[in-house]
């Protein structure tokens, strides 16, 4: 299970660091993902995290201004969002990938199976 | 706009079979097995439906199947029923800077 918190109404130019505590399986196994969902549009994915976090990736949209980190130990995943821009407005869901790499070699399905419900991210000035 | 294109809609009745398109390039969908579908109903959380082209995910009915031909894959819908109702999303591993990319998105209606 995911659950995402951190959601909130921000101001252009503003950060915000989302959050998603995980249970019920081995989250050091696992890469992570996000992906937001605009209002009215479709599936976008944000950002992904290897297993062990030595590999991070990133859209063209948000690289330079969001950056994805894990606590495996406490079982959570982070987005921290920079230079918020009223195309972030959004609902953020976390999301498991069935496997733990993300390239490097590695065969990585990029498939994701275990999805929180969601966070919302709010521009506004 | 998104790099793979689904149609916006598509329709069936219950029992009819339906066929949902995902159309990239030979950076994405023609370069690796790294294709899935989802399942996305109104305040829901997205659910994997298949993987690596034509895997189904644990509990997912046969009647759920996926396929790739080039820069296209598709995922097959046969026997349908009322609960299929909602939007599928293909998505990709990409060759690009992204990673992974999804589709626009297909909403079907079960009429």
């Known amino acids: 299970q995911l659950v995402e918190s951190g959601g909130d109404l921000v101001e252009p130019g503003r950060s915000l660091t989302l959050s998603c505590a995980a249970s019920t399986f081995t989250f050091v196994a696992y890469a992570m993902h996000w992906v937001r969902q605009r209002p009215g549009e479709g599936l976008q994915w944000v950002a992904g995290i290897s297993w062990g976090g030595d590999t991070v990736v990133y859209a063209d949209s948000v690289r330079g201004r969001f950056s994805i980190s894990r606590d495996n130990d406490k079982r959570f995943l982070f987005l921290e969002m920079n230079s918020l821009r009223p195309e972030d407005a959004a609902l953020y869901y976390c999301a498991k990938d069935i496997g733990g790499a993300l390239g490097g070699g590695v065969y990585t399905p990029l498939a994701l199976d275990v999805w929180g419900q969601g966070t919302t991210v709010t521009i506004s000035s | 706009q998104s790099a793979l294109t689904q149609p916006a809609s598509v329709s069936g009745s219950p029992g009819q079979s339906i066929t949902i398109s995902c159309t990239g390039t030979s950076s994405d969908v023609g370069a690796s097995r790294s294709v899935s579908w989802y399942q996305h109903s109104p305040g829901k959380a997205p659910k994997l439906i298949i993987y690596?082209?034509?895997n189904r995910l644990s509990g997912v009915p046969s009647r759920f199947s996926g396929s790739k031909s080039g820069n296209t894959a598709s995922l097959t819908i046969s026997g349908l029923q009322t609960e299929d109702e909602g939007d599928y999303y293909c998505?990709?591993?990409?060759?690009?800077?992204?990673?992974?990319?999804f589709g626009g998105g297909t909403k079907l209606t079960v009429l």
């Open positions: 998505s990709s591993f990409t060759t690009t800077n992204t990673l992974l990319q």
């Open positions: 690596d082209v034509n």
